[in-house]
């Protein structure tokens, strides 16, 4: 199995992109990330794209095809396949271009994650990502996701005694960050006040306790790790790729508040990257609600289960603190289009291990992490990253 | 990079299925596949499942997940993704299974491909099926799939004298075909005649020119060649395996009748198995309408550019022809559930070079090839398969 690399990055930015269409959103991204890269189209072995559900929200399914068109290689007949697990469909786009490279076949890889969620026809963003839950035992029952990570919120309370001024902490720190990333959809500070006692949207979250809807793309060039300095000084490496499936809906789970799916994945990625959790220095982690980050740094090792809340009110996570977590700002403040948000969490890994993360860049990072999630946990893939 | 091959295969019966479900349908090919092979849900490294639009047919996005829970494999936590490239969709599935065993990451890994077409909810099939094609410049503007095969059909009988009589012997031959395959559709004989006088669609596209609406599933089981003989004494090594693009619409294209993305994809899969178009014995090609086959066969190099429709006329592509092409009854007869097809496709090839195709069986079966479309080429994947 050979090594991959990661020479290129590209993003869009994110937010309520009313006048920029899939193909421009997808577009503008890749070729960000080529030209990062300094790639011509014609050493472009295959494409990867992660986009959750093209065909409900822009009604396009086939978007490998139409993105390897958009980007104006159609006459290279370059392969080009989507991949989709939901929320972690970016994450899964950039595990299948790994492994292509990894398995010899091809050299250079450019995947990209996507989702036009705002100006879309059809049925409304959260009907449409009601579709990652289990559409017979719970979407159909009318459980969308805040109503999943609520119940989730509530046990995690009753079992550990997280508190919502715990959940509203998360939502701080990560706006804190996003005001520090140019990409990000809100670049505004919030307070523990406004966010505890923003609109009620399912007990214990309020508005502030969820991530937004987001019109988004993100890009990155992978490649063969022993051709990887021929294009960059600073490739970062990917040591590790992890990824585990859980059932899709919660209530059949041993404990709701332990995503298991995260567990199994993680362990496999520091397994192949021969590291363990204190040796990840920031990591990039699904917080679709806020309670997904307690859960992501207790599942992933970072903390003891239960513990999540309290290190949170310990500053653990924050960008000055032992394991900073989501210093891009996150889902939260970030913006969360879903197919692009996996890649869009390894671009920002990449530039914090390049040295390129401007004012939220963290000292003597070496190793990162990214943690991306599908549904409310069916599907979790991990990825571990060091400079070379 | 690691070979690898087939060694177990299920189906379900492809049809208007109003009484399976999603579910059911692909636990049932994948249960068969995995009994085939005769493992053990412990010993299964990744699933990938190939679906081309399960979030408009059954508002159910992230079946990857859903699949691994379905087949009752969650508690081991088993990576699965899903995959989409329209009516490639599967073929895309087993190539990224065929890549990750590939790159030695895993060993053995369970492919399924899936639709479920008929009783479902929302759009029409022939609406979502629309979303394979350009929503921005073919559908949107009312032009379906019947539509678009139908100009390609016109063009290749204006260029190259191609009659629709021709184009009715190939419904007549993959009709005879499907009525000694019992997985299939329509197993019925239908004469010329009938063809021609079927209820026009798009002309000259009858009816009888047209694949059904279906309902199906179908599953391999891939495993490193290096091991196959622990499970099977008949494993089917995966000689060769090709992928390209092309753009998603018609009119972008330098020539309409010819499908660049199966002459690149065939290109490259026939490099990779080190044979000419000459080697293959019989192949399972697209032909999600008739005037597809006969473009499939002469973009696949087995006649001249401009022969397929006296290829035809000369009965080469009959069972007892000199290249038996779609022995299953294709997708005409056989049925097109379109994630599924691309998997099928392979379950059928590796029947026939294991010697298990009953009264369809082709003498002396050596080498192998399935050609799978997404839309109308935008995608094509090829795979060439030999017995060990």
Chains 1, 2 share one sequence.
Not at 286 to 294: K, M, P, R, S, V
């Amino acid at each position: 199995m050979r090594d991959v690399a990661i020479i290129g990055v590209g993003l869009t930015k994110f937010g309520e992109l009313w006048d920029k269409s899939f193909r421009q959103l997808i577009t503008e991204a890749g070729s960000k990330a080529i030209f990062d890269a300094g790639i011509e189209g014609k050493e472009i072995d295959a494409m990867y794209v992660g986009s959750m559900s093209s065909g409900r929200f822009i009604g396009q399914e086939h978007v490998g095809a139409l993105v390897a068109e958009a980007s104006g290689f159609s006459h290279l007949h370059i392969p080009s396949t989507r991949v989709e697990g939901a929320c972690a469909s970016g994450s899964l786009a950039a595990r299948e271009g790994f492994l292509s490279i990894a398995s010899g076949i091809n050299d250079i890889v450019v995947v990209g994650g996507i989702e036009k969620m705002n100006d879309v026809a059809g049925a409304s963003a959260t009907e449409t990502l009601a579709t990652a839950a289990d559409q017979e035992w719970e979407a159909f029952f009318g459980a969308t996701f805040p109503a999943l990570y609520a119940m989730i919120a509530t046990k995690h309370m009753h079992d550990y005694g997280t508190t919502k001024e715990q959940l509203a902490k998360v939502a701080v720190k990560n706006h804190d960050n996003g005001t520090l990333n140019p990409y990000a959809q809100y670049r505004r500070k919030i307070t523990v006040e406004q966010a505890m006692n923003s609109s009620p949207v399912a007990y214990p979250l309020g508005l502030l306790d969820c991530s937004p809807v987001t019109d988004g793309a993100a890009s990155i060039v992978l490649c063969a790790a022993e051709k990887a300095k021929e294009y960059t000084d600073k490739p970062i490496k990917i040591i590790g790729s992890g990824q585990a499936s859980d059932t899709l809906s919660l209530h059949a789970r041993r404990d709701i508040c332990t995503v298991d799916s995260t567990v199994f994945a993680s362990k496999m990625a520091y397994k192949q990257a021969n590291v363990t959790p204190d040796d990840i220095d920031l990591a990039e982690v699904h917080d679709c609600f806020t309670i997904a980050e307690i859960c992501a740094i207790e599942d992933l090792g970072f903390v003891k289960k239960g513990d999540g809340g309290k290190a949170v009110d310990e500053k653990i996570t924050t960008l000055d603190g032992s394991k900073p977590v989501n210093t891009s700002g996150g889902l939260k403040s970030k913006g969360h289009p879903v197919g692009a948000t996996g890649v869009a969490q390894m671009v920002e890994i990449t530039k914090q291990l390049r040295g390129e993360a401007e004012q939220r860049q963290i000292k003597n990072a070496k190793i990162g992490l990214t943690h991306n999630v599908g549904g409310s946990g069916a599907t979790c893939v991990v990825h571990i990253m060091e400079a070379m």
